[in-house]
Nanobody, 124 residues
Framework: QVQLVESGGGSVQAGGSLRLSCEVS????????MGWFRQVPGQEREFVAG????????YYADSVKGRFTISKDNAKNTVYLQMNSLKPEDTAVYYC?????????????????WGQGTQVTVSS
C-alpha cells in the first residue's frame, strides 16, 4: 500500500514563497509519476504540476508556470513543490498524488494514490 504525506503548507503574504513536500512510503518513488493538485471549497480539484518517473520531464498548469517548480528526490522518496511569487488565488488545499502509468496525466481520476492535503493560504 502506498502512503503519501504532505507537509509545508501554511500562511504567507502575497509575493512570498512556500515549499511543499510529499513523502511517499510503501513503494519506490521511481515507479510512479507524481502530481500536485489543489482544491478550493466548492470547486473541482485541479492539476497544478506533474513530474515523470525519472524526473526529467515536468508539466505545469498555465496559472503557475514560471512561479512553481516540481521536483523529486527518488533517494528520499520525496516530491517537492516550490511555490514562489504566491498570489491570493493560489489559496487552496494542496494534494500530492501518485500514478502507476508511464506518462504524466492532467486528469485527477487517473491518479491511484492521494495524500491528505495541506492548506496554503495567501493573504493580500
Amino acid at each position: 500500500q502506498v502512503q503519501l504525506v504532505e507537509s509545508g503548507g501554511g500562511s504567507v503574504q502575497a509575493g512570498g514563497s512556500l515549499r511543499l513536500s510529499c513523502e511517499v512510503s510503501g513503494r519506490t518513488l521511481a515507479n510512479y509519476v507524481m502530481g500536485w493538485f489543489r482544491q478550493v471549497p466548492g470547486q473541482e480539484r485541479e492539476f497544478v504540476a506533474g513530474i515523470s518517473r525519472n524526473g526529467d520531464s515536468t508539466y505545469y498548469a498555465d496559472s503557475v508556470k514560471g512561479r512553481f517548480t516540481i521536483s523529486k528526490d527518488n533517494a528520499k522518496n520525496t516530491v517537492y513543490l516550490q511555490m514562489n511569487s504566491l498570489k491570493p488565488e493560489d489559496t487552496a488545499v494542496y494534494y500530492c498524488a501518485a500514478d502507476r502509468r508511464l506518462y504524466v496525466n492532467y486528469a485527477r481520476a487517473l491518479y491511484d494514490y492521494w495524500g491528505q492535503g495541506t492548506q496554503v493560504t495567501v493573504s493580500s
